[in-house]
């Protein structure tokens, strides 16, 4: 498969979208998703092709015993921040969808920021 510059673009905005959130500089990461909402992309693909492979460099960061809890934290916490603020922006997004979904997760489950994500997009 050849990669396109988009996906070279795409590969730098996850790369600086991490580091961000592991420097714990809130507004230069949400400047990133910025620059997706600037380019008109949906709240999916701004959780699918920025957000979930951006924390799953992080939580590899984490796994490789590169990064302490501590960081991991962090950039969940601030992700969970930057989700919070694109739900308001989209929440007037009337989609007519021919089902509801429940999304939840079991008591005591610290791991919920895919389940939020679903719960968003549904």
């Known amino acids: 498969m050849v990669r396109t510059a988009n996906d070279h673009d795409l590969s730098q905005r996850q790369w600086r979208y991490a580091q961000a959130l592991l420097n714990g500089d809130d ?3 949400f400047r990133i998703i ?4 600037i ?16 924390l799953a460099g992080v939580g590899q960061l984490w796994c490789d ?3 302490g809890i501590g ?3 962090l950039a969940s916490h ?14 007037n997004d009337e989609r007519q969808l021919p089902c509801r979904v429940l999304v939840s997760c079991v008591e005591g489950e610290p791991h919920c920021i895919g389940a ?3 719960a968003d997009l549904f």
């Open 27 to 29: 507004e230069a990461a």
């Open 71 to 73: 960081l991991e934290k």
């Open 39 to 54: 380019a008109r992309r949906s709240l999916g693909e701004i959780y699918l092709h920025l957000i979930t492979p951006a």
């Open 65 to 67: 015993g590169d990064i």
């Open 34 to 37: 910025e620059e997706m909402l």
């Open 78 to 91: 601030l992700v969970l921040k930057h989700m919070d603020r694109l739900r308001g922006m989209y929440a």
């Open 116 to 118: 939020r994500m679903m």
